[in-house]
């Protein structure tokens, strides 16, 4: 390369686009092309990125297999940053092959950090840990070991592993300013804000409270019983039961977890469960049906027991019950949780990482939009949806993640 080449890659290093740019504006060359793409991705400019990137990959020779492949990863890169989530995962890989076998083990790694982040996003934790096993962040310079603490933070959180989290940020700090780059500083202590803000609400005896993320992990561990509205399971005596696809269930064990020790009348429990505005004879016996059929999900954990005016929970071994409810009730809340990272996601991205169908996804936008909740920008196969981040909580458990003991 020469001097040129060399100055602006080393300014796009240092978080410096604008310096690169200065640089090699006015140059065509495969290098130049590849630099000023990665360069308008630091400006934020992701459409034009992604074209110079790719016209860079078309302009180095058969010959030029390293200098292909990065420029395959700087597209992952962009196409990662866009949520352009079915971006071809295949080509990444191929490209990290080929950087391996030659040698670049930093791209090589930060491939590797791509497909990672990727799976963290649509929520496959378990892939995305076994892509991190494979990696030492020792000898990596300071912006990708800040990289891999960043993930690990990722997978710690979304896990509800807030001690893990909370040491991963601190290494990712410590690293972040040996870097120097103010970017990087601030995407750090942006990822460190979740810990400190309420991740859920306590219900519990007619009160209500906020949990930051690690009360929500004591909480987990302790021995009460949980009617888990975040993720619509019953978690007691280490036993996980899910009603996600039981709705009329949930709905029931959670009327009767947010009342007890108190029972509930049963015309409020038609009212909930079946949205009924005045219960008669239909309801009341449908609702013996449904509660005989709670009895049987819940016996290993609580019983129902009939009373003068209704029914209430009896926990077998818990102390205590409460509900863990989402900071925010709102069907929309997972679309609204993943809008809230201030990226621009396209629906089928959002499909993809809530794994329900592009039509519902679009739906729900549509909703939102008319709302004044979201907005888009584009048109056709470009159209982007975006929101600020949603102030004063953090949208972890609102996310499409197993908790610990799923």
Same mark, same amino acid.
């Given at each position: 390369?020469?001097?040129?080449? $060399?100055?602006?890659?080393?300014?796009?290093?240092? *978080?410096?686009?604008? !310096?690169?740019?200065? %640089?090699?504006?006015?140059?065509?060359?495969?290098?130049?092309?590849?630099?000023?793409?990665?360069?308008?991705?630091? =400006?934020?400019?992701? #459409?034009?990125?992604?074209?110079? &990137?790719?016209?860079?990959?078309?302009?180095?020779?058969?010959?030029?297999?390293?200098?292909?492949?990065?420029?395959?990863?700087?597209?992952?890169?962009?196409?990662?940053?866009?949520?352009?989530?079915? @971006?071809?995962?295949?080509?990444?890989?191929?490209?990290?092959?080929?950087?391996?076998?030659?040698?670049?083990?930093?791209?090589?790694?930060?491939?590797?950090?791509?497909?990672?982040?990727?799976?963290?996003?649509? *929520?496959?934790?378990?892939?995305?840990?076994?892509?991190?096993? !494979?990696?030492?962040?020792?000898?990596?310079?300071?912006?990708?070991?800040?990289?891999?603490?960043?993930?690990?933070?990722?997978?710690?959180?979304? %896990? =509800?592993?807030?001690?893990?989290?909370?040491?991963?940020?601190?290494?990712?700090?410590?690293?972040?300013?040996?870097? !120097?780059?103010?970017?990087?500083?601030?995407?750090?202590?942006?990822?460190?804000?979740?810990?400190?803000?309420?991740?859920?609400?306590?219900?519990? !005896?007619?009160?209500?409270?906020?949990?930051?993320?690690?009360? +929500?992990?004591?909480?987990?561990?302790?021995?009460?019983?949980? #009617?888990?509205?975040?993720?619509?399971?019953?978690?007691?005596?280490?036993?996980?039961?899910?009603?996600?696809?039981?709705?009329?269930?949930?709905?029931?064990?959670?009327?009767?977890?947010?009342? @007890?020790?108190?029972?509930?009348?049963?015309?409020?429990?038609?009212?909930?469960?079946?949205?009924?505005?005045?219960?008669?004879?239909?309801?009341?016996?449908?609702?013996?049906?449904?509660?005989? %059929?709670?009895?049987?999900?819940?016996?290993? &954990?609580?019983?129902?027991?009939?009373?003068?005016?209704?029914?209430?929970? +009896?926990?077998?071994?818990?102390?205590?019950?409460? +509900?863990?409810?989402?900071?925010?009730?709102?069907?929309?809340?997972?679309?609204?949780?993943?809008?809230?990272?201030?990226?621009?996601?396209?629906?089928?991205?959002?499909?993809?990482?809530?794994?329900?169908?592009?039509? $519902? #996804?679009?739906?729900?936008?549509?909703?939102?939009?008319?709302?004044?909740?979201?907005?888009?920008? *584009?048109?056709?196969?470009?159209?982007?949806?975006?929101?600020?981040?949603?102030? *004063?909580?953090? $949208?972890?458990?609102?996310?499409?993640?197993?908790?610990?003991?799923?």
């Amino acid at each position: 390369m020469d001097s040129l080449v $060399t100055a602006a890659a080393r300014a796009l290093a240092a *978080g410096d686009p604008l !310096g690169a740019l200065n %640089r090699v504006a006015l140059r065509n060359d495969a290098p130049a092309l590849a630099l000023r793409g990665i360069a308008m991705a630091q =400006l934020g400019d992701l #459409v034009r990125a992604k074209a110079l &990137v790719r016209s860079a990959a078309r302009a180095f020779g058969a010959r030029e297999a390293v200098a292909r492949a990065r420029c395959v990863v700087a597209e992952a890169e962009i196409a990662l940053v866009s949520r352009d989530l079915n @971006w071809p995962t295949k080509a990444l890989e191929s490209a990290r092959a080929t950087l391996e076998a030659h040698g670049d083990r930093l791209n090589a790694a930060h491939a590797r950090y791509l497909a990672v982040r990727r799976l963290l996003l649509i *929520g496959r934790l378990d892939e995305a840990e076994r892509g991190l096993a !494979g990696l030492d962040p020792t000898p990596f310079p300071p912006p990708l070991r800040t990289a891999h603490e960043l993930v690990v933070a990722g997978v710690a959180l979304r %896990r =509800l592993q807030t001690r893990a989290a909370r040491a991963a940020l601190e290494r990712a700090g410590r690293a972040a300013r040996l870097a !120097g780059i103010p970017a990087l500083i601030a995407e750090v202590e942006n990822a460190a804000l979740v810990l400190n803000a309420p991740a859920a609400r306590l219900l519990a !005896g007619g009160d209500e409270r906020p949990l930051l993320l690690d009360e +929500v992990e004591t909480l987990l561990a302790s021995n009460a019983l949980i #009617v888990d509205a975040c993720r619509h399971v019953i978690r007691g005596a280490g036993t996980v039961i899910p009603l996600a696809s039981r709705p009329v269930l949930f709905v029931l064990a959670r009327v009767l977890a947010e009342a @007890w020790p108190h029972d509930v009348p049963r015309d409020v429990l038609v009212a909930r469960a079946f949205r009924a505005r005045a219960a008669d004879e239909s309801h009341r016996a449908r609702l013996r049906v449904e509660l005989g %059929r709670l009895r049987s999900v819940l016996r290993t &954990v609580a019983g129902v027991s009939a009373t003068r005016r209704g029914f209430m929970l +009896v926990p077998q071994h818990a102390q205590q019950v409460v +509900v863990l409810a989402r900071p925010v009730e709102d069907r929309h809340a997972p679309v609204l949780a993943l809008l809230a990272d201030g990226e621009s996601w396209s629906s089928s991205a959002l499909a993809l990482a809530l794994g329900a169908s592009q039509r $519902t #996804v679009q739906r729900n936008l549509d909703t939102l939009a008319a709302q004044g909740k979201v907005q888009s920008l *584009g048109r056709g196969r470009a159209r982007r949806w975006m929101t600020p981040p949603m102030p *004063g909580f953090t $949208t972890t458990l609102l996310l499409p993640a197993p908790l610990p003991i799923d």
